[in-house]
């Protein structure tokens, strides 16, 4: 009983992370119909920013989030405005090769710039884990989860309530409506994919003193991404955060419950499935 | 016996019930106009026949085998061809290569094949254009081209969805014309058309549709002279 | 002049190996030949059929460790095993396909990537097979003789004929399917699935065969990779890299083209090897670069805008 309570804690607080990226990819699909495989290497700069400015600047990973999702916001929006833009009409084919490319170029430089080592960050104050409840959580763990949950709760807010939010959700639904009443859709498209850039890259800081880094770092996360995206169903923000929690917890209880060696398979098997049999998600509110 | 024997064809898509317990015969040899209003679901059965969406209950039987649970393919190769109300031609590959492709189906040799499909481009006085890029063509050429393309998997019977839409009127001319020729050649056909003058005049027999009904099937005259056709085209009043 | 071209191509990759003795030189051109094979195989789905694929290091890692396994444990000639690697990745291939091409356009390249993570993963904890992360070894190949001339495997020229040979076979095979109904029916697959199934085309049955013999030469350039390297572990076989950089090569020598594939490797592989000879880590910048070019300003790929610059088909 402990150790399923142990797991269902954990399961949550990386899930909630992993909800956070996922929440980025699914706005762009929503709103641009595209696969961005280039979505993990976002991830990735996010988690050398804040490793960078911890081990050169002493700056907290935490509080480094303010500048590295403004920052990666922009970088979002510039390769919308110089590289993507270009590409979407030619097709999602073309689109998803595309973004292939961009993935391994910016993975690539990252190995190059520096190297594929792993790296860790240890931070002072997380080195024993707090145990409420004679729960052991992990507490950069629990900062992240408390973040993520504020940032999403955010992105809930502007999505609903802001002018821009509600631009989103039209063009998303219907680009072809949005722009006739007066919707600019180009610049909807750049603002998504800057949005999408900047919530995975504040998840790669968030996750940055939880997990080993190195430039490939994105090829795991990506994919676990798909994985959350499709059980949501592409598109669905709310599907996405579900998502992620579902795939924390299929992971760790999998781990406990199945087996170590092979928690990372049922996920699959578990997009598979869904995929097949309900392609519009789990919970029914995704498009395919 | 009847070539297609369609009996209490439903197609619900979840609440919508898109055609209701519709059921016709088709004679060898016939020309069948299938008319309606819009959304009446003349498409839809159309779909259901040719295998591109599955009945929700009903019998299909042509020539006395089921077609129910096939495959568009396996409908093709069973004798039911099809064209697209809006054209969809393999835009990037030639006129010629278009044609053949669906010749392949009774023919793995290429060159008999490519013999075939510049044959049945014949038919359909579109040879000229063989080696022309399909995006190329004109609406009216793209609609030919699918008839062709259609023919070449020697059907016993022919669907054409809206052959005539957005055509002029020596275009209207052309296509009966080739409708008819098509019927001489031994090809049953049945047509979706909102031409009316053209319908009247190719078909022997047409049946109405109305939200998913049937509600007349008679030849031509009797059929506009209906009160109730009168009253779905044109509302309660004018009846 | 197509004929003169493949002639002439032909007898350079014959000739290749008396200019230099240099080992560096040689192993490059056994990996432009190896990612030829690979390239081409993938193209054959993914150029004429238009299904992108980003799962075919399942097929490539099945071959490797099937011929592995098949030698080390039951004394199989590798010979003989890289086929039984062809053959088992192509009949891995039928239940895959029948998955798989249930799902259109990118829904099908996620499912290709999750299936074949999931084959990764087995693999990687499957260890009374595979000997889990720890990988399998070969410490002698069993010598055979060719023509009564005794092949010695420790020198790389006969690899290099081997990887001729097999580029050769996997770019002849490319040409027949293009000329034949199988690659009529591959581009009308990848033109309009509803069309082509108008037409009669069984395209579930078109796709599932193309991925089938796709299959089958990427798993005989795994049983190539298992006897020229002499080692594999899950991660050398089995990754997620080794099927995009497949997808790379196709793309930017030209889909749905025959020499397409030995361009696209001859740029990109050349470039990232002496890079990596070069500096040690980030080798492929470049097919990251090339890709994004060549989607934007050239989709018909390098071969492909060559053959429009000089005017003619081939």
Redesign the interface.
């Known amino acids: 009983m402990e150790s399923f309570v142990q797991s269902v804690v954990s399961g949550v607080l990386t899930g909630s992370l992993y909800a956070m990226i996922a929440v980025g990819l699914t706005i762009v699909f929503g709103v641009m119909r595209i696969i961005n495989l280039a979505h993990g290497e976002m991830v990735m700069l996010g988690m050398f920013g804040a490793y960078w400015s911890y081990t050169l600047l002493g700056l907290d990973p935490f509080l480094s989030i303010v500048v590295w999702a403004p920052v990666m916001f922009a970088a979002g929006m510039l390769i919308h405005r110089f590289l993507l833009k270009k590409i979407i009409p030619k097709g999602e084919l073309n689109t998803l090769l595309y973004t292939a490319g961009l993935s391994l170029l910016i993975a690539n430089l990252a190995l190059f710039f520096w190297t594929g080592d792993y790296r860790t960050l240890n931070l002072g104050y997380a080195v024993m884990p707090a145990r409420p409840f004679g729960i052991a959580v992990p507490i950069p763990l629990a900062i992240a989860f408390f973040m993520a949950i504020a940032i999403s709760t955010s992105l809930y807010f502007l999505l609903t309530q802001s002018d821009v939010g509600r631009a989103i959700r039209a063009t998303a639904q219907n680009p072809e409506s949005a722009a006739l009443m007066g919707v600019n859709v180009q610049r909807i498209q750049m603002i998504t994919f800057g949005l999408g850039t900047a919530l995975a890259a504040a998840g790669g800081v968030l996750l940055v003193p939880s997990l080993y880094l190195f430039p490939t770092v994105g090829e795991v996360l990506i994919v676990k991404c798909f994985v959350i995206v499709v059980l949501g169903g592409l598109g669905s923000v709310p599907g996405a955060i579900a998502g992620g929690i579902l795939l924390g917890l299929v992971e760790s209880l999998g781990a406990v419950y199945v087996s170590v060696a092979y928690k990372d398979t049922i996920g699959f098997v578990l997009f598979l499935l869904v995929l097949l049999f309900r392609p519009a998600g789990l919970f029914g509110v995704g498009r395919s | 016996m009847a070539l297609l024997e369609v009996s209490q064809l439903r197609k619900d898509f979840g609440g919508l019930r898109a055609v209701s317990d519709l059921s016709f015969q088709l004679k060898r040899g016939e020309i069948l106009g299938l008319i309606g209003p819009n959304g009446a679901g003349k498409t839809t059965v159309f779909n259901v026949i ?3 969406l599955p009945p929700t209950s009903g019998r299909l039987l042509l020539e006395d085998e089921s077609l129910v649970g096939l ?4 409908v ?2 069973k004798g039911i ?4 109300q809006i054209v ?6 030639s006129v010629l ?1 278009n044609v ?3 010749a ?2 009774h023919e ?1 040799n ?1 060159s008999r ?1 490519e013999a075939k499909a510049k044959a049945t481009l014949d038919r359909v006085q579109l040879c000229g254009k063989a080696k022309a890029n399909a995006a190329d063509l004109t609406l009216s050429e793209q609609k030919l081209l699918e008839i062709a ?2 023919l ?2 020697d059907p016993k019977i022919l669907f054409l969805d809206e052959p005539m839409s957005g055509l002029n009127p020596t275009e209207v001319e052309v296509s009966c014309e080739l409708v008819r020729r098509i019927r001489q050649d031994g090809i049953t056909v049945i047509l979706i058309e909102h031409h009316m003058k053209a319908i009247m005049n190719i078909s022997d027999r047409v049946i109405v549709l109305h939200h998913g009904v049937k509600i007349a099937d008679g030849t031509p005259q009797a059929v506009v002279q209906n009160r109730d056709v009168i009253t779905a085209y044109l509302g309660e009043r004018a009846a | 002049m197509t004929r003169l071209l493949a002639a002439a191509g032909i007898l350079v990759l014959l000739a290749a190996p008396l200019l230099t003795n240099n080992s560096f030189y040689q192993h490059l051109m056994i990996m432009v030949l190896f990612w030829t094979l690979l390239g081409a195989s993938w193209n054959l789905l993914g150029g004429y059929g238009g299904q992108v694929s980003f799962g075919h290091a399942a097929f490539l890692g099945i071959g490797a460790y099937v011929t592995m396994i098949f030698y080390l444990s039951l004394g199989l000639s590798p010979w003989l095993g890289m086929l039984a690697g062809g053959i088992i990745g192509a009949l891995f291939a039928l239940p895959i396909g029948l998955i798989c091409f249930r799902l259109r356009g990118p829904y099908f390249s996620l499912a290709t990537l999750a299936v074949a993570e999931i084959v990764r993963l087995v693999a990687l904890n499957w260890e009374q097979l595979t000997a889990g992360p720890m990988g399998l070894l070969i410490t002698t190949l069993p010598p055979i003789s060719f023509g009564g001339m005794a092949i010695n495997w420790e020198s790389k020229l006969p690899f290099y004929y081997l990887a001729v040979a097999l580029a050769l076979f996997a770019m002849g095979l490319t040409y027949l399917v293009s000329r034949s109904r199988l690659g009529a029916y591959l581009l009308a697959v990848r033109e309009d699935i509803d069309c082509a199934e108008a037409a009669g085309i069984d395209t579930v049955r078109t796709r599932v065969v193309a991925l089938a013999l796709s299959a089958f030469i990427v798993g005989l350039a795994g049983g190539f990779y298992s006897l020229y390297f002499r080692y594999v572990d899950p991660d050398a076989v089995f990754a997620i890299s080794l099927s995009v950089e497949m997808v790379f090569i196709a793309v930017v020598g030209g889909l749905a083209t025959t020499p397409g594939p030995i361009v696209g490797a001859l740029v990109l592989v050349t470039i990232a090897e002496i890079f990596r000879e070069r500096f040690q880590a980030g080798h492929l910048i470049f097919y990251g670069l090339f890709m994004m070019v060549v989607i934007r300003y050239m989709p018909e790929g390098i071969w492909g805008r060559l053959r429009l610059l000089l005017g003619r088909q081939g």
């Open positions: 040719t295998g591109f495959k568009p393919h396996a093709v190769k061809a099809r064209t697209f969809k031609p393999f835009r990037n590959l290569e053949t492709l669906a392949f189906l793995p290429r094949a393309r259609a070449a998997t």
